[in-house]
């Protein structure tokens, strides 16, 4: 943990004791068209002006902009698309995490290497992966979690 991250918890425990709403990290990731560069500066440039966003990651190449800080999704994607550009939610998410990669709707041509389109409603705000899968370690739909009884 750096010092900005150190600072960051200190003023969320001091700010926690006015009985202020917590803010939550998250990590918004977006589908957004760029042709060029140029276009993914831009991108990046007007997400990184939102208040709370600590870092903006754009891949021109893979159409993916992914925000990470103290932001609304919802936010975000109204940000984006403010833009001019067409935005829409992340849809895709890691082959190991999908029960059936190769179900109807699910394949898509354009997806980005190792990714498959998720088949549920697409989250804008989602868990990464190491997140996801200690959520799944402890599921009751995992036959193979454990359980503390």
Not at 104 to 112: F, L, M, R
């Amino acid at each position: 943990m750096g010092v900005d991250g150190t600072l960051d918890y200190l003023a969320d425990l001091i700010s926690s004791t006015k009985k202020k709403k917590k803010r939550q990290l998250n990590t918004v990731s977006l589908k957004v068209r760029m042709d060029c560069e140029g276009c993914g500066q831009r991108i990046k440039n007007v997400l990184s002006n939102m208040k709370g966003a600590r870092s903006v990651d754009v891949d021109w190449k893979n159409q993916k902009a992914t925000v990470y800080g103290f932001v609304d999704a919802k936010k975000v994607l109204k940000v984006a698309q403010a833009t001019g550009k067409k935005v829409e939610p992340w849809p895709y998410v890691p082959y190991d995490l999908m029960a059936h990669p190769y179900a109807a709707g699910v394949y898509d041509k354009k997806a980005p290497p190792n990714l498959v389109r998720g088949t549920d409603e697409p989250g804008v705000a989602t868990l990464n992966p190491i997140e996801q899968q200690y959520t799944l370690m402890f599921s009751d739909d995992n036959p193979n979690a454990c359980s503390v009884m």
